[in-house]
């Protein structure tokens, strides 16, 4: 029973924000004249959830299911990178340019090498963890000997790995039709693309494995470890885990290099699994997608499974709605981004809804005199 | 040389308005992470009104420009209210708020885009085209060796920022609002104490800031782009903000971090030009202003003095 308190407590204002925003968005799809009701659920059938009304060739339900969960595997790494971070109380903003760094570093070590499938796609995964690590933690290290503002940092070095990857992509690795970088090999794909099993061709995504004991690994690390402890701690206050004996400029500089690691490994199953190819000059939205999922999850690494879930449900089923509904398919992030503009009240509504349970039940007793608190300290 | 002085400052003076936008909201203790979606917000709703005008007047008026950046500075202002209600009014996060702003703002547009477009032109496009603006040169001036490229060849609109920018400077520093405004963001206490609202001075730092960002919007939307989609969005709402950090939330060393950013864009892209090297080389001078950014900040983020009460939400009771 206690469990189930505390889960509903969890999720009743993710619950209540995601609802507001598919009102948000039904009013809007409404006020175009499409029916609703009508395109969310062929936002449904276009993720695989529901079935369409006709196929093609070697197409079904599983196809599509399939094609989706190859769509979400980076968008959980991408969360945990950003949940990691939060937990220490920095902003990774740059997951993006993690994962393009790492994308495109794997690429052209194994990608365009002849390697076979056993050795490159483990390959694939260790330059990733080192390539994204390296790269969050060069953002810790600015932060913790020079005090530069993790936003800040972060961004450039977004910019910086668009325009130089772009300039490397564009002098030798470009295909002259596709205008993206070459293909990488079959071999170092992440996804099994196009296999064929019975009369369907699936791609099936080996990462989402990977996500998996990714995201309980990242649970115990930071519920169950001395790390996650002190992480959180510094989260909390600095000055107050300084106080404690905590080596805070480590924990900055690990926090980040954990986050960057996990941006890395999105990076290698976006573009090395779900693409393939690399497009110059274009940062791909995961990383600040990310943010919202990590937020609407609660900053859970379990939370943020059913959170990605969504939020990709939204985007990977909005072509299907386009051409089924008629609806424009940018009304996806329209919606996404009113989801995310009600879970940032998430403090305050907690913080009436404890208000208003203190006020019933007078007097103040300690615990709601807490929660009111833990309310209004969460900035 | 003098290519590099004329684009260097078509690009800075735009970065700096938003950059003083910035200032005004983060000096008032809001941190500021959405310049980005409000100044294509602005440019959003300025380029609708352009668009939306240009019919009845003559393809080379200047009118319509300026009707859009009167938009856009209230297109600006009235979205900055979202960040406002978010971070006083339901004391969110500050830095989530920005990014949800700025998600929101590129969603919205991009959505609006499409549909006006399609709504009230009948087109299917995701952007509306606008004019490169006309460019002016100031007679006697520009005749001054090397400064005098500082006066060739200007868009109208960096003379509208200048004024601008002035009044700005002016209410920041030289009047009684700007003094309460710069107080909240040190001791907010010390405001409430002297018979001042806290949370009123904030709302109008916000809105200020996307106003301002607005028009810094409109104007590259004018000049760099010339059309509004969502192309827009290429991190110079970051940049505007790096620059002011680097400025250490002062007006007058923000220009200067300005100036900086535009010269060495404009000084890349010209060495690229004059050397011969083939196109792509662009992407690697493109790199220079953020590069240039990181290697500042590490010899200047040390002791810099951020306002005291930067991102913490005001609570009276607070001691």
Known sequence: MKIIRKLWDAVKIPLLAIFAGLIAGGVIIAVTGSNPFRAYYSLLQGSGLAPKSSYAAYKSMLTDLCSYANYFTPMIFAALAVAVALRAGLFNIGVSGQMLAAGFTASIIVGYSGLGAVIAKPLVIIIGIIVGGIAGAVVGFLKYKFNINEVVSTIMFNYIFQYVISFFINTYFVDPVSRQSKNVSAASRLTLMDTQIGNLKIDIPLGIILALITVYAVWFLLEKTKLGYELKAVGFSKTAAKYAGINVGKCVVLSMTISGALGGLAGVTYYLGYLGSIQPKVLVDTGYDAIAVSLLGNNNPFGIIFSTMLITLISKGSTYMKSTAGVDSEIASVITGVILLFSACNAYIKWKAANIRARKSLPVNSENHEKIKAGKEEK | ?319
């Open chain 2, 1 to 319: 040389m003098d290519v590099v002085i004329i684009d260097g400052l078509s690009f800075a003076l735009p970065l700096f308005i938003m950059a003083i936008g910035g200032i005004y909201c983060e000096r008032s203790g809001i941190t500021m992470l959405a310049v980005e979606g409000l100044q294509g917000f602005g440019a959003f709703t300025g380029a609708l009104c352009a668009v939306l005008v240009s019919g009845s007047f003559s393809g080379n008026s200047p009118v319509p420009f300026y009707i859009a950046m009167l938009f856009a500075f209230i297109g600006g202002g009235v979205f900055a209210l979202i960040h406002a209600l978010l971070c006083i009014k339901f004391k969110a996060n500050q830095v989530i708020s920005g990014v949800v702003v700025n998600i929101l703002a590129m969603a919205l547009t991009a959505y609006l885009t499409k549909l006006l477009n399609r709504v009230l032109f009948g087109a299917t496009s995701d952007k509306f085209v606008l004019t490169v603006s006309a460019r002016i040169t100031i007679p006697v001036l520009s005749k001054i060796p090397v400064l005098g490229a500082a006066f060739t060849n200007l868009y109208p609109f960096e003379l509208v920022i200048i004024v601008v920018a002035f009044i700005a400077w002016f209410v920041m520093y030289k009047t009684r609002f700007g003094m309460h405004l710069r107080a909240c963001g040190d001791n907010p206490h010390a405001v409430d104490a002297a018979g001042r609202e806290v949370n009123k001075i904030r709302l109008a730092a916000i809105i200020i800031c996307g106003a301002l960002s607005g028009l810094g919007g409109i104007c590259f939307a004018y000049s760099i782009s010339a059309n509004f989609s969502s192309s827009i969005y290429v991190g110079y709402g970051y940049l505007a903000i790096a620059a002011l950090i680097f400025g250490n939330w002062k007006i007058m060393p923000t220009l200067g971090a300005c100036l900086l950013f535009g010269f060495a864009r404009s000084g890349g892209y010209r060495i690229v030009q004059v050397l011969k090297l083939p196109s792509s080389y662009q992407d690697l001078v493109m790199i220079l202003p953020y590069v240039l950014t990181l290697i500042l900040l590490m010899f200047f983020s040390k002791h810099n003095g951020s306002p005291r009460a930067l991102g913490v939400v005001y609570d009276k009771g607070a001691r």
